[in-house]
């Protein structure tokens, strides 16, 4: 049973750096073909994909955040990172770490995180 666990840092400073961290159990990123991604749902808005780290070490980035986001991961520990920077408070939403179904990678997912909620204020 595979299960995901968000952590990080609830409250952002404009200008500072967004980070949060996955944590996978029942289940390895490493894995051949499965990718492992963050999504964001801002207040009153929809579902917005970020990017995804991959099994073989690749990412894969949202073009419309690549420039300001950066994945990363320990493999270790079973874990992904996302860092976000800078960020503003357009950034305020709820971030989720998924699993994706393979065959809608960056679409659809099969197992998710519960969620946290960052909020971007000074």
């Known amino acids: 049973q595979v299960q995901l666990q968000e952590s990080g840092p609830g409250l952002v400073k404009p200008s500072q750096t967004l980070s949060l961290t996955c944590t996978v159990s029942?289940?390895?990123?490493?894995?051949?073909?499965?990718?492992w991604s963050w999504i964001r749902q801002p207040p009153g808005k929809g579902l917005e994909w970020m990017g995804a780290?991959?099994?073989?070490?690749?990412?894969y980035y949202s073009p419309f955040l690549q420039s300001r986001t950066s994945l990363s991961r320990d493999t270790y520990k079973d874990q992904f990172s996302l860092q976000l920077s800078p960020v503003t408070p357009e950034d305020t939403a709820v971030y989720y770490c998924?699993?994706?179904?393979?065959?809608?990678?960056?679409?659809?997912?099969?197992?998710w995180g519960q969620g946290t909620q960052v909020t971007v204020s000074s």
């Open positions: 780290s991959a099994g073989d070490g690749r990412t």
């Open positions: 029942g289940g390895s990123i490493t894995t051949t073909y499965s990718t």
């Open positions: 998924a699993r994706d179904i393979p065959q809608h990678r960056g679409t659809r997912w099969d197992y």
